[in-house]
C-alpha cells in the first residue's frame, strides 16, 4: 500500500480524530453485532498504547434531514468501553461546541465518541464547512473506515484536506488483501459473483475476466445469463435491458464463465414458499429461481478445487429465506476447505459466512460490500486517495 499508516507518524500526545465503521445493526438500544467495532481495536489500542486520546466519528443507518434519536451513536458507548478496558465519553454531536469542548478535555488514553455524522445532512455532500468543523477535534485524522472508503464525505474525504491523514490498520489490511489479489494472484485465480442484477456490476464482472482463470456467477444476477443463453426463466427475475451486455460478456469469457445447471424453484417470493429442484431447461410457468441447486454446487466446487485465490462477493440465492440459503451455505462450505488465499468481499457473502459459523475458516472478510466491489472495479476510492502518500 503506497498510503502512510498510523506506524508512520508520531501519534504521542496528538489528539487522534478517527472516522471508523461503526453502522452496527441496533435493536431496542442493544448492539447485536460488534463485528465493526472490534474490526477497528488493532487500530484504537495502537493509538491509545502509543500515547494518543481518541476522538471517534462515523455514522450509523440512514438518518433523514437530520438528528433521529432511532440512529443515535449512544448505545455504543457501554459495549465500546467494555471492548476496550477504559471508559468512553459521548459527545451529542460531531462538530460545534459541545464535541468541541469535549475533544479539547481529552487527557492521552482517553476517548470520545462523537454522534452520528449522517445527523448533519451535508455530511454526505462533502460539505468542506463541515469538514473543518470536524478538523478542528484533532491534530491529525485516521481513517480506518474502509467500508465508507467509496464515499466522498465530510468525515471521509473533506477531513483529510485539513489535517495529517494516515490510514488505519483495519483499512490497511482491507487494502493489502484485496489489492494482492488484483495485482499478484496466486493462480488458478477465480471469482464468484452473485447478488441481483448484472447492471450494479458489469464493471466489476469486466475488471475481473480481464484477470480471473475462471468467475462462477450465481444468485438472481445468473438469470439473466441464461436468459441470454435462451433458456425460460418462467417468473424469475431478469434484467431484460442487460440481455445483450450478458451475451457479450461471455462471447469474451468463453469457459471461463460458469453459469448454474440446475436451480431451486419457488411457486413465490416468500419464505414459505414451496420449492424443487429442477434443471435449467424444465422451470415451469409461474415459477421462479431463488437458488442454486445441488448440480451446480458440486459444477462450481470442480471448478473451485485447484484454486489459489478466491474472491467472492454476492450470495448464490435469497439467502435470507431459510429455504433457499442452501447454495449460498455450501460455497461457503467449499471456501473453507480450500488450500486457497479465501477473501469474501463484504455485504451479503460476509453476513453468510458469519451464519454459516465458517469465518473462522476464511483468510480475510472485508468490512465493506461496497467499498470492495467498487475497489475490485478498479475504481480510486475518495477516502484512501485523500490519505498521505509513503
Known amino acids: 500500500m503506497d498510503k502512510k499508516t498510523i506506524r508512520d507518524i508520531d501519534v504521542n500526545g496528538k489528539r487522534a480524530l478517527v472516522r471508523v465503521d461503526f453502522n452496527v445493526p441496533i435493536k431496542n438500544g442493544v448492539v447485536n453485532d460488534d463485528t465493526r467495532m472490534r474490526a477497528a481495536l488493532p487500530t484504537l489500542n495502537y493509538l491509545l498504547d502509543h500515547g494518543a486520546s481518541l476522538v471517534l466519528m462515523s455514522h450509523l ?28 465519553q459521548f459527545a451529542g454531536d460531531c462538530v460545534g461546541p459541545v464535541a468541541e469542548a469535549a475533544a479539547a478535555a481529552l487527557a492521552p488514553g482517553e476517548v470520545l465518541l462523537l454522534e452520528n455524522t449522517r445527523f448533519h445532512p451535508s455530511e454526505e455532500k462533502n460539505d468542506l464547512e463541515l469538514a473543518q468543523q470536524m478538523a478542528k477535534l484533532g491534530d491529525i485524522f485516521v481513517n480506518d473506515a474502509f ?56 464493471g466489476v464482472i469486466e475488471a475481473l475476466l480481464a484477470k480471473v482463470d475462471s468467475l462462477l456467477i450465481g444468485g438472481g444476477m445468473a438469470n439473466t445469463f441464461l436468459k441470454a443463453q435462451g433458456y425460460d426463466l418462467a417468473d424469475s427475475l431478469v434484467e431484460e435491458s442487460s440481455l445483450d451486455m450478458a451475451r457479450a460478456l461471455m462471447d469474451r469469457a468463453g469457459a471461463r464463465l460458469l453459469l448454474p445447471v440446475d436451480v431451486v424453484i419457488a411457486d413465490k417470493f416468500d419464505a414459505e414458499a414451496a420449492s424443487q429442484v429442477m434443471p435449467m431447461a424444465d422451470i415451469p410457468a409461474g415459477w421462479r429461481v431463488l437458488d442454486i441447486g445441488p448440480a451446480t454446487v458440486a459444477h462450481f466446487k470442480e471448478a473451485l478445487q485447484p484454486a489459489k485465490t478466491v474472491v467472492w462477493n454476492g450470495p448464490m440465492g435469497v439467502f435470507e429465506f431459510p429455504r433457499f440459503a442452501a447454495g449460498t451455505f455450501a460455497i461457503a462450505e467449499v471456501l473453507a476447505g480450500l488450500h486457497a488465499t479465501t477473501i469474501i468481499g463484504g455485504g451479503d457473502s460476509a453476513a453468510a459466512v458469519e451464519q454459516a459459523g465458517l469465518a473462522d475458516k476464511m483468510t480475510h472478510i472485508s468490512t465493506g460490500g461496497g467499498a470492495s466491489l467498487e475497489f475490485l472495479e478498479g475504481k480510486k476510492l475518495p477516502g484512501v486517495e485523500a490519505l498521505l502518500d509513503n
Open 61 to 88: 443507518g440512514r438518518p433523514k434531514g437530520g438528528p433521529d434519536p432511532k440512529y443515535t451513536m449512544q448505545p455504543l458507548v457501554a459495549p465500546l468501553s467494555e471492548l476496550l478496558g477504559r471508559p468512553v
Open 147 to 202: 467500508g465508507s472508503a467509496h464515499r466522498a464525505h465530510s468525515s471521509t474525504e473533506g477531513v483529510a484536506r485539513y489535517l495529517p491523514a494516515v490510514a488505519g490498520f483495519l483499512m490497511e489490511k482491507e487494502l493489502a488483501f484485496l489489492g494482492k489479489a488484483l495485482d499478484k494472484p496466486q493462480r488458478p485465480f477465480v471469482a464468484i459473483l452473485g447478488g441481483a442484477k448484472i447492471s450494479d456490476k458489469i
